[in-house]
């Protein structure tokens, strides 16, 4: 059982480019999210997705797309990278309905942009 | 809409010593409380949660009770570790919600 795994671990870009990060949870559950944590700002969401076949905004979404591939996977994209994008960058999974569900985290991908 | 605040960091403390990190929060409901740890270079993990009013939850030596009264979640441990160095998050979910509400996190250092 690999719970949720993030590739790639580490990542560098240019301004301007373009890359895919993934996330994939073999734990079958409903809903996943996409974090950004930086210093002093804790973390906040950039979307998320309830169940499969749905997306929605978090509270930093400006910058990015997500796809939902299928219950295992959902994918953040970042089309034209810029500095402030430089972060590191946490998938998650829960289960959903009408209990309150904990969340289960990838180890995170450091991305930086030049 | 509902928050998380946590005490600011560093808690730097020895070995050994007794450890308190405070949080408390706000909600439209009844929600379910959690604490999360984050160790160097990963990601976080549940660490322990309590589900209602006055449940204590518990796991390797940290406790923390769910005080209704005084909307808080405070976590506590008797004897901290070096290995307990880490970065300790409050976070707070309400039934029917998917978007959990997450403190901004507290440092700890343990030194020897």
């Known amino acids: 059982n690999a719970g949720v795994t993030q590739t790639p671990k580490f990542q560098v870009l240019k301004t301007g480019q373009s890359m895919t990060l993934q996330c994939a949870q073999d734990?079958?559950?409903?809903?996943m999210y996409w974090y950004r944590q930086d210093p002093g700002m804790g973390l906040r969401l950039i979307y998320y997705?309830?169940?499969?076949?749905?997306?929605d905004k978090g509270e930093v979404p400006n910058g990015y797309n997500v796809s939902r591939l299928n219950k295992r996977e959902f994918s953040l994209r970042l089309e034209s990278a810029a500095p402030s994008q430089t972060s590191v960058y946490f998938c998650?999974?829960?289960?959903?309905?009408?209990?309150?569900?904990?969340?289960?985290f990838g180890p995170g991908t450091r991305l930086t942009v030049t | 809409g509902d928050s998380v605040t946590q005490m600011e960091g560093p808690v730097t403390l020895s070995e050994e010593a007794f450890l308190t990190i405070n949080c408390t929060y706000t909600a439209t409901g009844y929600p379910s409380l959690f604490w999360y740890v984050q160790y160097p270079g990963e990601g976080l993990q549940l660490l322990l949660k309590a589900t209602k009013a006055d449940d204590k939850g518990s796991n390797k030596g940290f406790e923390a009770t769910y005080r209704k009264e005084t909307t808080s979640f405070h976590l506590e441990k008797g004897s901290v570790q070096v290995s307990d160095s880490a970065v300790y998050f409050c976070?707070?979910?309400?039934?029917?919600?998917?978007?959990?509400?997450f403190g901004r996190g507290t440092s700890l250092i343990v030194h020897p």
């Open positions: 998650a999974s829960s289960e959903s309905g009408s209990e309150p569900y904990e969340q289960y």
């Open positions: 997705s309830a169940s499969e076949g749905t997306t």
């Open positions: 976070a707070l979910s309400e039934g029917g919600s998917y978007i959990p509400t």
């Open positions: 734990m079958n559950h409903n809903s």
